[in-house]
């Protein structure tokens, strides 16, 4: 199975550096052309299916990519951002105070660590094979991107491996359930 993945637009929140977490904010004018141009990207990879966050920064990009792919759009809670609990809509200066976003065990008060969330994730993509489809787009946020090629590289979430772009789209294989390299 093939796995296209991409990170939703920039949102309002983006540009003002607030982290989104489980809260959302609308796409820019930047966020809004980026999904467009990605959706006429994809449009020739024979993609099946698009699962999406069900978030609506992510519900948007993959709303309008699919106006060029024309499948199925499935909406799940497990392609989720990472939970910043408490911390959600608060700016990325105050959350790297009161958070070591460097320990991947570390969580916000009534959030989860970027390993809970690695662990949904992962979890979730491994449920999909075997499954009929072979190619599928996953529609998702930074730190669920970065789980997935945390896993596929074996290393840290924080690894220059991991940075990830909203213009972006990222190709994986998973044989049986293994990530593989394309």
Known sequence: MIIYFIRHGETEWNKKKIVQ???DSPLTIKGLNNAKKLGK????KNIEIIYSSDLGRCIQTGEIINQWLKVKLFKTK???ERNFGKLNGHPNKEVSEKLNLQDADEKAPDGESFNELKE???SFIKKLFPKKF?????VIHDGTARAILSEYYKVNFNSKKCNTSTNKIYKIKIYGKSFKSI
């Open 78 to 80: 497990k392609l989720r």
């Open 120 to 122: 949904r994730v992962i």
């Open 41 to 44: 990207f994809l449009c020739d």
């Open 21 to 23: 977490g489980h809260r």
């Open 134 to 138: 072979k190619k599928i787009l996953l």
